[in-house]
């Protein structure tokens, strides 16, 4: 064997192990969890500059200013979050055969006005993996508080899932539907209520 062969010979062998480590290090490498679903993340921006909503009408009840708790552990106060837009609380459980039917709608309704109006679930009475596997098996896309004491459930007096309040931005309390409501009908009520034509 010739003094070059061997260099070559080594140099390409030097290069099989290099590319050997490299490749197995990703390997070894501990993959990143994937965040919560419904966390801090799902929470909008600010509201485009222009955002044109129906004034609440006068004398409508302000709705309970509660705070949470998201998946990820981040706090929410909904009144920071009706301040520059209108609210939608989506009340439900993972167990929820009804809540499970309606969620693709509902998560599609809630991308439409993404920019509009702020969609924010709230689940009690469930175990936090039983809530992610909702919030990923139907790819609910906006926030999620964990209500576990039943707090918030009780400020807005709902005993059973499903259900559904809209409040203005502002604060005001507009309407709630007991045992939810279908994706037409709620994108009905907000261009009604809140959404300026």
Known sequence: MTRGYGVRLATVALRAVLAATACSAGDDAPARPAPPAGGAAALPGPAPAGLALRPAPSGAPGAPAVTGVLTDGSPVALADLWSDRPVVLVFF???CTLCADRQAALGEL?????DE???VGVATEDRP???QRYLREH???YPVALDADGGI???YAVREPPAVVVIAKGGALLRGWPGGVDAATLDA???RLVLAP
């Open 139 to 141: 790819r609910v896309d």
């Open 93 to 95: 459980t993972s167990w």
């Open 153 to 155: 459930w009780r400020s």
């Open 117 to 119: 109006v702020v969609f």
């Open 110 to 114: 809630a991308r439409r006005h993404r």
């Open 129 to 131: 993996e039983d809530v």
């Open 189 to 191: 009520e907000l261009r």
